[in-house]
């Protein structure tokens, strides 16, 4: 008995001192990460603005698939389209979009940010490439959320990560439906 007393002490000594530990390395890098993370939106914000200068954002959008909502403004401050910050689900879980539209939802540009995707499959979702096979859709055309609605080569870009397309295809039509509903504003 005595034995199984001192093993526990010894365990939980153990514990105590390794929680410590990531407790202190927790307090170094979380403010490294909360600053590389807000990095990564900024630069996700200028590459997808298309040219647009970017006009105030809002978090209060009482859709818990839209995180954020950035108007892009144009040449007469007017609002020229929206970039949104959106939430969506892919194989491995929930996935970040930031995605732009103009005013009659027709995406300009997306990217990938947050994800938990299938390296090698659906990691190439981040690649700014896989992006371009939803320019221009949302507006008067659908985006396209199956395989079958793209072209050959566009749909073998897919292959072995259907679930991560249909995540990110659907994620981004509900941005572009969402735009809609918003038009000049």
């Known amino acids: 008995m005595r034995q199984f007393a001192r093993v526990g002490i010894t365990l939980s000594l153990i514990a105590a001192i390794a929680a410590t530990a990531l407790a202190m390395v927790n307090e170094f890098t979380a403010p490294k990460i909360a600053a590389y ?13 298309g040219g647009f200068e970017l006009g105030d954002n809002t978090t209060d959008t009482g859709d818990d698939s839209i995180r954020e909502v950035y108007r892009l403004l144009g040449e007469d401050d007017s ?3 929206y970039i949104l910050q959106l939430v969506g689900s892919g194989y491995g ?3 970040v979009i930031m995605a732009s539209y103009d005013t009659g939802g027709s995406v300009i540009d ?10 090698g499959l659906g990691k190439k979702a981040e690649v700014p490439s896989y992006m371009e096979k939803f320019q221009g859709t949302g507006g008067s055309s ?19 990560s259907t679930v991560t397309f249909t995540g990110v295809a659907k994620t981004i039509s509900y941005g572009s439906d969402y735009v809609k509903t918003l038009g000049g504003e």
């Open 37 to 49: 993370e807000l990095q990564v939106v900024q630069n996700a914000l200028v590459e997808v603005s």
């Open 79 to 81: 609002v020229a389209g």
């Open 93 to 95: 879980g929930e996935m």
């Open 110 to 119: 997306a990217r990938l940010l947050a994800n938990a995707e299938t390296p």
């Open 142 to 160: 659908p985006v396209p959320t199956k395989k079958d609605a793209l072209d050959k080569a566009d749909a073998d870009s897919i292959s072995g």
